[in-house]
C-alpha cells in the first residue's frame, strides 16, 4: 500500500476543498503542530496491520518540504503510531515520478488526492482511491475517498474481495 502525505496524512483539505497551507507555507513551529488528516492516525496502524507492515508513504516535494516532513513525521511519533518504518519513506520531485517507486515496491493500492498522480499510475496500480474533496469529476477507474474512514472502508473491501 502507498500513501502520499501532503493533503492525505497531513493537511487533509476542508470540505470546502480548502487546504490547509500552514506546512507548506508557515515557519517550522506552525509546520510541526499542524496536526494529522483527522482520523489517520486511527485508521493507518489497522490498514498497515492489514498489508502486513507493507505500507510506504510515498511524498512528491522538493527538499526543503521533504526535510520538514521528516521532521514532522518524528514530531508526531508517525511510526510508532502507525507501524510504518522509517525506511518506508520515498520521495520524488515529479507526480509522475511515483510510479517508479509504485512498480520498485509492487504497490497494489495507492491513495493520494491529486488525479493527475492517479492518471499516472492508472494500468500499473490496480487499486486507485482519491483522497478528500474534488472539485472535478472522478473517472470511474479511481474510487474517491472523502476522508479516512471511506479509506479504510474501501480498501478493506478490496482485500477482502
Not at 82 to 108: M, Q, S, W, Y
Not at 121 to 135: A, D, E, I, K, R
Request: aromatic fraction near 8%; charged fraction near 25%; hydrophobic fraction near 40%.
Amino acid at each position: 500500500m502507498g500513501i502520499d502525505f501532503g493533503r492525505v496524512i497531513q493537511g487533509a483539505t476542508f470540505e470546502s476543498g480548502a487546504a490547509d497551507t500552514v506546512f507548506l507555507s508557515g515557519d517550522t513551529e506552525a509546520a510541526m503542530a499542524s496536526p494529522p488528516s483527522p482520523d489517520a492516525f486511527d485508521v493507518l496502524p489497522r490498514l498497515v496491520e492489514l498489508f502486513g507492515g507493507r505500507a510506504w508513504v510515498i511524498s512528491k516535494c522538493g527538499p526543503r518540504v521533504e526535510e520538514r516532513t521528516r521532521q514532522w513525521l518524528e514530531h508526531h511519533r508517525f511510526y510508532d503510531i502507525t507501524g510504518i518504518p522509517r525506511d518506508n519513506v520515498r520521495f520524488c520531485r515529479k507526480r509522475a515520478d511515483k510510479l517508479p517507486h509504485c512498480v520498485e515496491l509492487g504497490i497494489t493500492h495507492m491513495i493520494d488526492d491529486r488525479l493527475d498522480v492517479h492518471r499516472a499510475l492508472h494500468g500499473t496500480v490496480p487499486n486507485l482511491y482519491l483522497f478528500g474533496v474534488q472539485s472535478e469529476p472522478v473517472p470511474d477507474w479511481v474510487r474517491q475517498t472523502v476522508d479516512w474512514p471511506a479509506v479504510e472502508v474501501a480498501i478493506t473491501e478490496s482485500v477482502n474481495d
